[in-house]
């Protein structure tokens, strides 16, 4: 096992895309209905408002699965040096924060659309450590 500072910065990368995104994505598992209550408010004057339901099980979707890789991932990653898994984790995480940011600023969320920008920063940079 080759643990160099590379693989370790990949690996804490992995771990807190987990922490971040099966937090958020169980959360809306365990409470469907205040969250979906919240997502209906945020595009209830937008044209997004009858599609608001979908998008909510597509982010809980994206939100779970890119946690999951990224624990995963990172766990795999650590005791095999593949990466398949953590990268892609990490591109769903990714995906996932474009996701929430064109929702926010959709729904005029001006400065939680600005928030998302160091987690898509950080996101981008641990795909970016994969290139090197």
């Known amino acids: ?69 990224s624990f995963g991932g990172s766990i795999y990653y650590f005791f095999t040096q593949e990466s398949m898994l953590l990268l892609l984790g990490l591109q769903l995480s990714a995906i996932s924060l474009i996701s929430l940011f064109l929702g926010q600023r959709i729904a005029k969320d001006y400065a939680g659309a600005g928030g998302l920008a160091a987690y898509f920063l950080l996101a981008v940079f641990g795909i970016l450590l994969f290139a090197l």
Do not use: R
């Not at 922490?19 to 409470?31: A, E, M, N, P, R």
């Not at 597509?58 to 779970?64: D, K």
């Open 1 to 69: 096992m080759d643990h160099s500072i590379l693989t370790f910065l990949q690996i804490l990368i992995g771990l807190f895309f987990s922490i971040l995104f099966l937090q958020s994505g169980l959360d809306k598992v365990f409470d469907y209905k205040g969250n979906q209550g919240y997502i209906n408010s945020v595009f209830e004057k937008t044209f997004l408002k009858s599609f608001s339901p979908l998008l909510f099980m597509v982010i809980t979707l994206l939100e779970v699965v890119a946690g999951a890789l």
